[in-house]
């Protein structure tokens, strides 16, 4: 089945700071989501990167997808407190099936 | 902008007892899911449904679990005979596209099991 690792599984950072986490697959993808979920909130759909080394950014946050799409990494510069949450990258498992990523819980100390 | 909506928002119900949450998706969305997320952990996959029908489903949907588009807006999860590995949070998510688009969650249904 499909196996997607994503680390950290946690990271505390200052307000200030950088934040990278990365997501890995056994297989090679034909796309890759990203969501974020707030504490006590639901999964927002962020970004989808489909070609070979794809580069996407939204204001600070930095998508990038692998040359050989089977890992993909988002960068956060200067993190904020309103970016609290859990990072999830998504894969299509099956024909209308989106696998989550075991995520990535930032948490921003002030 | 367009939003899943999910009732109940909270749902408490005793063993063994039948549950039904509701969705309403998007009006131009063709595909639905439903997902589950046990406090603090990952995402899980439960079901698609396109064409009023089952397009995949996951283990974790096994004969306890039925969906249902009774409307031309509702979708349903129904759950019989909960048990307490049961609670958890529901989301409702749908899309236009399935391979190819990003998904709308709901805001869920947080499930206790008592």
């Known amino acids: 089945g499909q196996q997607v690792m994503q680390i950290p599984q946690y990271q505390h950072v200052q307000e200030g700071e950088d934040f990278t986490t990365y997501c890995n697959s056994s297989t090679t993808l034909s796309n890759i989501q990203w969501y974020k979920q707030r504490p006590g909130g639901h999964p927002v759909f962020l970004i989808q990167l489909v070609k070979s080394g794809e580069v996407k950014k939204q204001k600070r946050l930095t998508f990038q997808f692998g040359e050989a799409k089977k890992n993909s990494s988002l960068h956060i510069t200067a993190t904020q407190t309103t970016d609290v949450g859990t990072y999830f990258c998504?894969?299509?498992?099956?024909?209308?099936?989106?696998?989550f990523g075991t995520g990535t819980r930032l948490t921003v100390i002030p | 902008e367009p939003e899943v909506t999910q009732t109940p928002s909270h749902q408490v119900t005793q063993m063994g007892q039948e549950v039904i949450l509701r969705c309403v998706p998007i009006?131009?969305?063709?595909?639905f899911y439903w997902y589950r997320q046990i406090l603090g952990q990952k995402v899980e996959f439960l079901v698609s449904?396109?064409?009023?029908?089952?397009?995949?489903k996951s283990e974790i949907f096994d004969d306890q679990f039925s969906v249902e588009r009774p409307d031309g807006s509702n979708f349903t999860l129904k759950i019989r005979s909960t048990k307490l590995e049961d609670s958890a949070m529901y989301f409702c998510?749908?899309?236009?596209?399935?391979?190819?688009?990003?998904?709308?969650f709901g805001s869920g249904t947080r499930l206790t099991v008592v």
């Open positions: 998504a894969v299509n498992a099956g024909a209308n099936n989106l696998f």
């Open positions: 449904f396109y064409n009023n029908e089952i397009s995949e």
């Open positions: 998510a749908s899309s236009v596209a399935s391979r190819e688009g990003s998904y709308t």
């Open positions: 009006s131009n969305h063709l595909y």
